[in-house]
């Protein structure tokens, strides 16, 4: 599995990676929006993992750029963010995520979603 972790904390997105490579995933890191974007032209990731409020292009746009270039399946799509509400939730999965989580992020919830995501098509 190919993942693209786009988070503009180091911290973050080295635990990120360290969880995700313990599942034998190959993991991408993306400080930034712009550098996301640049790496979505070029591969194509089986899942991704993205800050909503990122330097040069936020979560939302790295969104969309992967739902232009979906393949089958289409990519699973995880917004992460500090924003607790109802409504961001309710918002991003309107533009077209298929998960939403609020940070801190328990990694075995995201392993879990992943995993649930791809099963479907498995049958």
């Not at 974007?37 to 194509?44: F, N, Q, T």
């Not at 750029?65 to 509400?85: C, F, K, L, M, N």
């Not at 992020?105 to 498995?122: H, K, L, W």
Request: proline residues 6%; aromatic residues 10%; contains cysteine.
């Amino acid at each position: 599995m190919r993942i693209l972790v786009a988070e503009d904390n180091p911290v973050t997105a080295t635990y990120l990676r360290t969880v995700l490579e313990r599942k034998g995933w190959s993991v991408e890191i993306a400080l930034d929006g712009a550098r996301a974007l640049e790496l979505i032209e070029r591969e194509r990731f089986d899942a991704v993992l993205v800050d909503w409020i990122l330097p040069r292009y936020d979560g939302i746009d790295v969104l969309r750029a992967v739902r232009q270039r979906h393949g089958e399946p289409p990519p699973y799509v995880a917004i992460v963010t500090v924003v607790d509400s109802i409504a961001a939730q309710q918002y991003c999965i309107a533009c077209g995520a298929n998960a939403f989580f609020v940070k801190p992020i328990q990694p075995d919830a995201v392993i879990a979603s992943i995993e649930e995501y791809y099963r479907q098509f498995q049958q």
